[in-house]
Structures are given as structure tokens and as C-alpha cells.
């Protein structure tokens, strides 16, 4: 029996659909434990892109079952969606997702309040205007609306309308959104039906396989550093996408999590506002953008590209106390002539070496560099990863003992076949 948790360690983004699935070939059950439809998990499969925004990646093996925890903030319309986009690629969904009683629901009302907020303040977060800050806020009020609500249409309505009532009424919403809104909820209360066949116990399920001694993986969405408690704040997502929301996301303590792997990217990238102290403005930045596609797989935004930001990462194994991680994107780096990686930062002639210490201020820290050789061959053509002859070999035991912490698999390209595990003892 195994239970594997697969984290996001930076600002999402990370890859971890591809390891997912991959991990998820022998696996009972892929479970995710927050977000929402703010998710982008992008699969390749024999040159076919299919990216996943609130349906677990593991989807994509017949045999496997999907949990959407109570954690979640799921989007009935989204997921309609998303059912029918999978079904299309002739894969098999029936009695294969189940969506948490407890789980709490994103409405059109949500979406527009998430959009009407950002519009209206001076401090954007660049959200993905899904819905999830306002879903979780309603959540935390205790005035949300949760997936056994679907359940009886006549009252969710009540619920829905005394909300938008309360939503005009506060100016959360402008009274020009209203007619859209209205248009939305036509759409929402048309899918609820077919998303109320989903909802069932999942804790008792879940609890029921853990004890059979059956496989299971815990996806993450997002990143450690987009945390609600652990991240960038107030640049963050609502949630809390590390190894601790597992317990509350899903009640599975963290005693029966065996193997957490934590998903890095070998170079750093963010979406949205807020610091990111390693980022790069020049030909170097473009560069990373380019070759890695860096663009959001939920907005399509461009996304912020810099160097590995080793002390940014240190931290995050520290709050996720990671097993190992899985380094993904190495590819890209095949271009480089020179490489390199944050150590530390530099704050008023101090050096700074815990991100903690300076999570409130990381907009003012300079990051010191160490210089590293690119490698001149495609990593991919490289035989035995873990040898320390080749440079990109040397690049990988350099991450891993900086942040203290394994990596044991590295991707190095998008489809499945692309994946080196390496030999630590
Ligand atoms: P929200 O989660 O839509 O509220 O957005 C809050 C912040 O998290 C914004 O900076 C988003 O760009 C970022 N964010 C949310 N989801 C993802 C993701 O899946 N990948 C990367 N960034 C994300």
C-alpha cells in the first residue's frame, strides 16, 4: 500500500499533471484536496494535449477513480464541461468521479464578485477571476453552498437568490453584471443535475480503500508558495496547496501520507502579481518563456520566467517535508550556455538564507547567483542521468543539495516516455 502526495514546491505551474500521470498508471484512486477550476493540468499523450482544470489527471487511466475532496471549490458548469471534453476523447467517465458531499460550490455570482473585486482595487492579485477567493470566503463566513445542496434544486435556489440579493445589496456585484449573472445561473442550474449524480461520501470511500491497503495519489493545484498561510501573501491563491491541506481537504491524517514528492521546475516561473525575486527581465527570461511555453494553461496569460530560486525552495520542503522531488522542464535548459541558481538573497549588506524571514519584503531582496556550465547535448539523449560526468548530471546534485532533499525523477520533455528515475540509496 502506498499513499503519495504530489505537491507543487513554487508558484504553480510545475508540471505535476505529467507526474500524476504517470504515478497514477497503478493507482486506485487520484484525489485532489483544493482549488478549483483556477487548475491547469496539462497532459500530453502521443502528441495530444489535454489539460485538466478540476477533474484529477487520473482521469486518463481506465481503471482509477476520481476524488474531488472537500477541500475543493468546484464549478458545476466547469466540470459539465470538462466531463464532456474527456468524453470526447473517448475516455470513460461514468461512476468514476466523485465529487465530496461536503465540498463547497462555486456559482456565477462567485465568479463575478472574484472579477468585480479585481477590477475595483489598487492591489491586484492577477486572479484567474474563477471564483475561488469568493467561494472560500463564503466557505469561512459559513454561508456557502456545499455539493449536497445540489441535491435539492427548489431550496438551492432559495439559497442562490437570497446570495445574489445579498451580493447587489453589499455592491460585491455592479448592478450591470446582474443580467450575465442571471444568464449564468440559467446555465449552472441546467448542469446541476448531472454534477448531483457525483456527490457521494468520499470520506468513508477514501478511508474504506486506505484500509484495504489500496494505492492512492493526492494531487495538488498550485504551489507551496501561492499558500494561503505559507505563501507570498497577499499574491496568493485561497487554499492551502500544501501536504497540510491534505488533512483538512480530505480528512487523511498526514501519519498515512508515505511517499510526498515535490514538484520543481528547474527553472522558476509565476502567474498573477506579487515578488519573485529571482525573475528575469532580459534575453534569458524570453528565452525560458519560449522554449518552455510558458504561457497559463488556465488564462493563457504569459507567465514570469527566472532562475531556480534555491532558497525559495529550501523553504517549501521545509512546509512540506518532501520525500523527494520530481525536477521537471530540464529540456529547457538544454539551450543555456550558462545557468544559474539562487543561493541566497542580499537585504541591507545582510545574507539571507530563510525565505521566512523575509517573506514580507521579497520585492526588496537581490538574489546571489552561483554559475553553472550548460550542457551542450539534448538531456533527453543522456543514458544515466545520475552521472556525475555529464553537466546536467552536476546541475541536478547541485539542486538537491541545496534544498536537502532527493530528486529522484526528471522529466525532460512533455509526453509520458519522457522521464528519467534516478538510483538514490
Ligand atoms: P486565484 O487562485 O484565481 O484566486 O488567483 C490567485 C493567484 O494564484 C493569482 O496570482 C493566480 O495567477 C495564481 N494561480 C491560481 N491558480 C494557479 C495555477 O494553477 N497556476 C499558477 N498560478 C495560479
Known amino acids: 500500500m502506498a499513499i503519495t502526495s504530489i505537491i507543487g514546491g513554487q508558484w504553480g505551474d510545475e508540471g505535476k499533471g505529467k507526474i500524476v500521470d504517470i ?28 489539460v485538466l482544470h478540476q477533474i484529477p489527471s487520473g482521469i486518463l487511466h481506465p481503471e482509477c477513480k476520481c476524488i474531488l475532496g472537500n477541500g475543493m471549490v468546484v464549478d458545476p458548469v466547469g466540470l459539465f464541461e470538462e466531463i464532456r471534453m474527456v468524453e470526447d476523447q473517448g475516455i470513460e467517465t461514468a461512476n468514476r468521479i466523485l465529487l465530496s458531499l461536503t465540498t463547497h460550490i462555486v456559482t456565477p455570482i462567485h465568479k463575478a464578485i472574484d472579477k468585480t473585486s479585481e477590477d475595483a482595487t489598487n492591489q491586484k492579485i492577477g486572479t484567474t477571476c474563477k471564483g475561488i477567493g469568493p467561494a472560500y470566503m463564503d466557505k469561512i463566513t459559513r454561508k456557502g453552498i456545499r455539493a449536497h445542496d445540489l441535491l435539492d434544486l427548489p431550496s438551492l ?5 437570497h446570495r445574489l440579493s445579498e451580493a447587489i445589496k453589499n455592491n460585491e456585484v455592479s448592478k450591470s453584471a446582474v443580467n450575465q449573472i442571471n444568464a449564468d445561473l440559467k446555465q449552472f442550474y441546467e448542469c446541476v443535475p448531472a454534477i448531483a449524480e457525483l456527490v457521494s461520501d468520499t470520506f468513508q470511500y477514501l478511508h474504506s480503500i486506505i484500509h484495504q491497503g489500496k494505492n492512492v495519489i493526492i494531487e ?15 499574491f496568493v491563491t485561497s487554499s492551502s496547496p500544501n501536504n497540510g491541506g491534505i488533512t483538512t481537504g480530505l480528512g487523511i491524517p498526514q501519519s498515512h501520507l508515505d511517499r510526498k514528492i515535490g514538484i ?3 527553472y522558476t516561473t509565476r502567474v498573477g502579481k506579487g515578488p519573485f525575486p529571482t525573475e528575469l527581465f532580459d534575453g534569458d527570461g524570453d528565452k525560458l518563456g519560449k522554449l518552455g511555453h510558458e504561457f497559463g494553461a488556465t488564462t493563457g496569460r504569459p507567465r514570469r520566467c527566472g532562475w531556480f530560486d534555491g532558497v525559495a525552495a529550501r523553504y517549501s520542503c521545509l512546509v512540506n517535508g518532501f520525500t523527494e522531488i520530481a525536477l521537471t522542464k530540464l529540456d529547457i535548459l538544454d539551450n543555456f550556455d550558462e545557468i544559474k541558481v539562487c543561493t541566497a538573497y542580499e537585504l541591507d549588506g545582510k545574507l539571507i538564507k530563510n525565505f521566512s524571514e523575509v517573506i514580507y519584503k521579497l ?13 551542450s547535448n ?8 545520475d552521472n556525475l560526468s555529464n553537466r546536467a548530471g552536476q546541475y541536478i546534485h547541485f539542486l538537491e543539495e ?7 525523477l526528471v522529466s525532460s520533455g512533455p509526453e509520458r516516455h519522457q522521464i528519467f528515475t534516478r538510483e538514490i540509496s
Not at 493545484?221 to 497577499?234: K, N, V
Request: net charge negative; no cysteine; hydrophobic share 35%.
Open 363 to 375: 520585492d526588496q531582496v537581490t538574489p546571489i547567483y552561483e554559475s553553472l556550465t550548460g550542457w
Open 402 to 408: 541545496l534544498v536537502d532533499t532527493p530528486i529522484k
Open 157 to 161: 435556489k432559495q439559497t442562490i437568490d
Open 23 to 50: 504515478l497514477s498508471e497503478n493507482v486506485d484512486i487520484v484525489a485532489r484536496f483544493q482549488g478549483g477550476a483556477n487548475a491547469g493540468h496539462t497532459v500530453i499523450i502521443e502528441g495530444n494535449k489535454i
Open 220 to 234: 495538488g493545484a498550485q504551489g507551496t508558495l501561492l499558500d494561503i498561510d505559507h505563501g507570498t501573501y497577499p
Open 378 to 385: 539534448p538531456v533527453e539523449n543522456i543514458d544515466h542521468i
Open 264 to 266: 520543481f521546475k528547474a
